[in-house]
């Protein structure tokens, strides 16, 4: 069913849990992220990457991933991530896209604010929710390079860039990166708590893959209520098809087999977050 990205964040929140929000290439591995979502009873965000929105097709996966969110029986958003050019924010909207985000986290902060304001301005009254990113957050959106985390968000700027931008979440850099941890992740949770108590809107935790489960846990208790996760997801889809394909080959090009193994795998993947990022009502506080 369709929902806001912002009120599903809040609704996680005021649980102490985290929305989890998940990169989808592609239809199949949307269709197992949604099932494992219903099976669990709790909303999802489905985050499309720009380098799977930019393009001929990026449109109609959009659409696709709309239908599918609507037909959900738990509300299910779907988010584009890291968009950089308003042309593509605007396509995105058209498409079905009901919040994204709008990153200006290279641009110098004005720069930043502007974007966020621009995009805000643009989708208004389409009920678009619209993401900001402040504080650079090392890695790659696409491939899982090892990196090491970036500098940090600024608590001091938080509440004045949130008034000039207008954002209504608020991704954060605090000891995350995109792609694979170099060395052990550190979060650093006093500063996700001194940006928690300045910033007027709900946080998105971004490069959630490698963190251990006791960080995912937390997020929602420490105002990390959106969780983004792309690389774990990814190298599920593709650890069971190099699994499988050997004998999907010698069973005559199985492809049902196949497919059905890649689905399996999102699904397991999606449950076992999910799980983690609901933490038990008495961890919750
Ligand atoms: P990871 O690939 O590190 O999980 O990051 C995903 C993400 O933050 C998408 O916005």
């Known amino acids: 069913m369709r929902a806001r990205l912002d009120e599903l964040v809040a609704g996680r929140l005021a649980v102490g849990a985290a929305l989890p929000a998940l990169s989808c290439y592609e239809f199949g591995t949307a269709l197992a992220v949604v099932a494992a979502a219903e099976d669990a ?23 696709a991933l ?14 584009l991530d890291h968009a950089t050019d308003v ?27 502007a974007l966020v304001a621009r995009v805000r301005e643009l989708t208004a009254g389409s009920g678009t929710v619209v993401e900001a990113e402040l504080g650079d957050i090392a890695g790659d959106e696409d491939r899982a390079l090892s990196v090491h985390a970036a500098g940090g968000t600024d608590p001091e700027l938080v509440a004045g860039f949130v008034a000039a931008s207008g954002a209504q979440l608020l991704a954060v850099s605090v000891g995350n990166v995109h792609g694979r941890y170099a060395g052990e992740p550190r979060l650093d949770w006093p500063l996700v708590a001194a940006v928690r108590e300045r910033c007027p809107v709900p946080l998105a935790l971004h490069g959630a893959s ?34 499988l394909l050997p004998r999907a080959r010698a069973a005559g090009d199985d492809v049902l087999t196949l497919e059905a193994a890649r689905r399996a795998a999102a699904h397991r993947f999606t449950g076992s977050l999910l799980r983690t990022l609901t933490p038990a009502p008495q961890d919750a506080h």
Not at 66 to 79: E, F, I, K
Not at 224 to 238: C, F, M
Request: glycine fraction near 12%; hydrophobic fraction near 50%.
């Open 66 to 79: 709309r239908t599918l969110a609507d037909g959900a029986s738990v509300p299910v958003s779907v988010q």
């Open 87 to 113: 042309g593509l924010v605007l396509e995105a909207v058209a498409a079905g896209a009901d919040a994204v985000l709008a990153d200006g986290s290279k641009l110098p902060l004005e720069d930043n604010a």
């Open 210 to 243: 490698g963190l251990p489960e006791g960080d995912l846990a937390r997020a929602g208790a420490a105002g990390l209520g959106k969780v983004n996760v792309n690389t774990e997801l990814r190298a599920a889809v593709l650890d069971a098809t190099q699994e």
């Open 41 to 63: 009873g709790v909303p999802v965000a489905l985050l499309v990457p720009p380098a799977a929105a930019r393009g001929r097709d990026g449109s109609r996966l959009i659409a």
